[in-house]
């Protein structure tokens, strides 16, 4: 049978209710601090995270207008180059016809 001494080595063996909900107080402390902790290391991650996202907005925007600009560039570069082109054949046609006339001179 178990008399009081031995329930007395009980309670300091084995937790009891209260000791139980001492420790869960204690530990939604500890865990309160821990979210606290948490938050607050993580809030300069917050702070870049949206520079960040502002920076990549500025960026794309540009990248946007060069790559307007670039093909604007390109259409004018293919008319210039096709414009070239017309006048190097004109050029040509000019030379052959001065060479020939200088060979066959028309008035001497």
Same mark, same amino acid.
């Given at each position: 049978?178990?008399?009081?001494?031995?329930?007395?080595?009980?309670?300091?063996?084995?937790?009891?209710?209260?000791?139980?909900?001492?420790?869960?107080?204690?530990?939604?402390?500890?865990?309160? @601090?821990?979210?606290?902790?948490?938050?607050?290391?993580?809030?300069?991650? @917050?702070?870049?995270?949206?520079?960040?996202?502002?920076?990549?907005?500025?960026?794309?925007?540009?990248?946007?207008?060069?790559?307007?600009?670039?093909?604007?560039?390109?259409?004018?570069?293919?008319?210039?180059?096709?414009?070239?082109?017309?006048?190097?054949?004109?050029?040509?046609?000019?030379?052959?016809?001065?060479?020939?006339?200088?060979?066959?001179?028309?008035?001497?």
């Amino acid at each position: 049978m178990i008399n009081d001494r031995d329930i007395k080595k009980l309670k300091i063996i084995f937790a009891t209710k209260k000791d139980l909900k001492a420790s869960e107080i204690r530990l939604d402390k500890k865990i309160d @601090g821990v979210i606290k902790y948490i938050d607050f290391k993580s809030e300069p991650i @917050g702070e870049f995270r949206t520079e960040f996202i502002d920076f990549k907005e500025r960026v794309l925007k540009t990248l946007d207008w060069l790559v307007g600009a670039f093909k604007k560039f390109d259409k004018e570069l293919i008319v210039k180059t096709h414009q070239d082109t017309e006048v190097e054949d004109k050029l040509e046609n000019h030379e052959t016809r001065i060479k020939n006339l200088e060979r066959n001179p028309v008035f001497q």
